[in-house]
């Protein structure tokens, strides 16, 4: 797939070199049954499934690199140390970061936050001080500022979302103030699926020097992503939503930042000396990996990373996008269907209620006939409150999903219709 950037292929092209048969081949899971029916995947937004060159390195890992990392002099430590830091530099290149020591493996998106809305805010705000976040994040980007509240009296405002499930730019721009410190934003919706423009959002952030974390879960696992073009001040990610292990993910930094702000947590690792007058503390990145690290996962997260570098982010995001308008095309001719998110840039996420059916129904319904959806508030209540409903069903792609299964989906929804309502 890389072909597709040495001769900028078209999409018609890029489409034409992707299997999905092939790719299918790897996630040994995707061939499972469920009440004697061929599962049907359409969670991807909550987790990944993982091919098997993931699960096979992190047993290749345990069976023969397993032993504790950076304090070793003996064969094995050295070896599992040099695994999690060329992890490290793999995770750097796919970012795209300027340096390995700007990568600080947590245990995912929601500890990534928590460490910046701790560190940051205990280096750089003081009671009144603000911090810009959306209406449209995933409560880990929400709940972790909520807490400075009460620890130390910062405020949070809110950037409204439009009718079709965009950011407001303009009441973006209005919410700043000389007390704001910090801008917190999504770079995808995990369930309107809108792909926000976070170069402009960074862009408009630094015009008033303020800097600017990116929440990008949703974002990574579908789209090439460049920390330095898009100048993200923090960008953060989870290892199971990129086709990763559980237990492992990224807080990208700018040095600067990183070398400001205290750490999250003390222990082993993130010092360089202790006595009981004076602790040093250890360099980046190490500064924010207190214990011993997860040095398995950051293997078999970069593995899954150049997983599907191999199948190229491009092809990856053309032929969703293609099941995507597949899904949204087919749900809208049902009739009575209400789609939440119609943003002109949107990644594979379809949010909707069908009629008057209830989601969990629906989730149920369809869960019988083999097709794993997700029903609920998405972990982002406070959009379900702009949406004006308690919870969609939400059905997300990736790229080992068929057009065979939407239809299989598709008749799902139906049958649903013709039963519950
Ligand atoms: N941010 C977004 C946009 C998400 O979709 C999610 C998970 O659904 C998270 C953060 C939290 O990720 P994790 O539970 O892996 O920390």
New binding site residues.
């Given amino acids: 797939m890389y072909l597709a950037f040495v001769y900028r292929l078209t999409s018609e092209e890029v489409l034409d070199m992707f299997d999905v048969e092939t790719v299918r081949a790897d996630f040994p899971i995707l061939g499972h049954t469920v009440y004697d029916r061929p599962l049907v995947y359409f969670d991807n937004?909550?987790t990944t499934q993982k091919p098997r060159v993931v699960v096979e390195k992190i047993e290749h890992g345990y069976y023969n690199v397993n032993a504790n990392i950076h304090r070793g002099v003996h064969f094995l430590s050295q070896a599992a140390t040099e695994g999690h830091e060329e992890a490290r530099r793999r995770v750097q290149r796919f970012l795209n970061a300027r340096s390995a020591s700007e990568i600080i493996f947590t245990?995912?998106?929601?500890?990534a936050?928590n460490l910046v809305a701790s560190s940051f805010t205990e280096a750089f705000m003081r009671p009144d001080d603000e911090v810009i976040v959306t209406a449209m994040?995933?409560h880990?980007?929400i709940v972790p500022w909520q807490m400075q509240i009460g620890r130390r009296g910062i405020g949070v405002k809110v950037v409204p979302v439009t009718g079709s499930g965009e950011l407001c730019l303009e009441g973006y721009e209005r919410l700043f103030s000389r007390r704001t410190k910090l801008v917190s934003v999504?770079h995808?919706?995990?369930v309107l699926g809108t792909v926000n423009p976070v170069r402009e959002i960074i862009r408009m952030a630094h015009a008033r020097n303020v800097p600017v974390l990116v929440?990008g879960?949703?974002a990574v696992p579908h789209m090439g992503v460049d920390v330095q073009e898009l100048d993200a001040d923090f960008y953060v990610f989870?290892g199971?939503?990129v086709y990763g292990p559980t237990g492992i993910?990224v807080l990208y930094g700018k040095e600067k930042w990183l070398d400001r702000i205290p750490p999250y947590q003390g222990g082993g690792e993130m010092i360089a000396s202790v006595s009981f007058e004076e602790t040093f503390f250890n360099e980046l990145p190490f500064k924010f990996e207190a214990g011993t690290p997860d040095y398995i996962g950051s293997t078999a997260l970069a593995e899954a990373l150049g997983y599907i570098e191999r199948i190229g982010m491009e092809a990856i995001a053309v032929y969703e996008g293609e099941l995507l308008a597949y899904a949204t095309e087919r749900l809208l001719a049902l009739g009575d269907v209400r789609i939440f998110g119609q943003a002109a840039q949107k990644s594979g996420v379809l949010s909707f209620l069908a009629g008057r059916i209830h989601p969990y129904d629906m989730g149920l319904l369809l869960d019988r006939l083999g097709v794993a959806v997700r029903t609920g508030h998405?972990?982002a209540q406070p959009l379900m409150k702009v949406l004006g409903v308690e919870g969609t069903v939400r059905a997300s792609f990736s790229f080992y999903n068929t057009r065979e299964e939407i239809d299989v989906f598709i008749a799902g929804v139906e049958r649903a219709r013709t039963m519950l309502e």
């Fill in positions: 937004a909550a245990r995912g998106t929601t500890e936050i994040e995933h880990s980007n999504t995808v919706s995990n929440d879960a949703q989870s199971h939503k993910g998405h972990c």
